[in-house]
Structure formats: C-alpha cells, structure tokens
C-alpha cells in the first residue's frame, strides 16, 4: 500500500503530498518548484490565449475591440482589421489591457477563489452550452452540404485512408 488510511481510494492525495512522502526534502522542493513554475506558466499561456480568443470574439460582431496599449507607446488603441485573423494578436506586437483581458479578467477571478468542486456547476454548465453550440453547428453544415452516399461508402476497395 503506497498511501496508508487509503486502502479504497476514498481519500483525496494531492502530487505534491506524494512527493514529500516519498522523495525527500531536496527532491520534494526542486519538484514544487518545477510544478509550480509549469502551473504558472500553463496559467500565462491560457490567459493570454483566452483574452486574445474574446478580443477575436469582439470583432467578430463587427465592433472593433479596445485597449489601453502599454508598450510601445502609452496611449488607447482599437483594432483596425475586423475580417482577417492574421496575426496572433489582433493589436500586433502591442502589450495591451484589452476589453478582451478585461472580460476574462471578469469571468474567471470570481472562480478563482472557490475550491474546484464548488465551481463544478459553472464547468457544466458550459459543457452543455458548448455541446449545444457544436451540435447546432453540425446540424447546419450537415444540412447545408447534404449527404452524399458515394462519397462515403460503408464498403469498398480501397483501404488506404484508414491506414495511411
């Protein structure tokens, strides 16, 4: 048994009470730091991509999204191009505080400061909103491109599509 008091599972064992039980103090510490350091940086990556994604979101209602620009020039700035999705950033190589940011920023510090299985209900309730929004989106291009039958056999000769 590698974690006494729980022979059923019942127990909640968190990674890093594993690694202070089993791999001492100078590996427990150098393994908080590398989890932690890959929490914050799995933090950064999902912000960013995320305020981008709602700024993208904005302008595709056909408004442009707005931003206090911190780098290079201290000044308010919107985006220009409203179609293309050409860059990254719909504000360039800017750092910015966008709408976008601020949405997010909204949205998910609330959420911040309950225990995962308090918050549980707001994650399904998405998934169904999300599962909802794919399926509607399914039906239309499954309607709008109709079927057709030789294009997708049940049956045939060539078998290379399924083995490469």
């Known amino acids: 048994q590698m974690v006494p008091g729980n022979e059923n599972f019942e127990k909640r064992v968190e990674l890093m009470y594993l690694a202070k039980r089993y791999l001492g103090r100078p590996l427990y510490w150098l393994s908080m730091f590398f ?3 890959n929490m914050q940086l799995n933090n950064i990556g999902s912000i960013i991509v995320s305020t981008q994604q709602m700024d993208w979101t904005i302008m ?4 442009p999204s707005y931003a206090l620009e911190l780098a290079p020039n ?4 919107a985006t220009k191009n409203q179609t293309a999705n050409l860059d990254d950033s719909p504000f360039g190589e800017a750092y910015v505080i966008s709408i976008g940011f601020l949405i997010v920023l909204a949205a998910t ?3 911040g400061y309950l225990n995962l299985d308090d918050n549980i209900w707001v994650q ?3 998934a169904f909103i999300l599962g909802g929004v794919v399926f509607v989106a ?6 709008e491109e109709g079927f057709d039958w030789d294009s997708l056999p ?5 078998i290379g599509a399924q083995i490469g």
């Open 35 to 37: 989890f932690l350091l």
């Open 60 to 63: 595709a209602f056909g408004v």
């Open 74 to 77: 201290f000044t308010f700035v």
């Open 109 to 111: 510090v609330p959420l």
């Open 124 to 126: 399904i309730i998405c």
């Open 138 to 143: 399914w039906l239309y291009e499954f309607f």
């Open 154 to 158: 049940a049956f045939g000769d060539d």
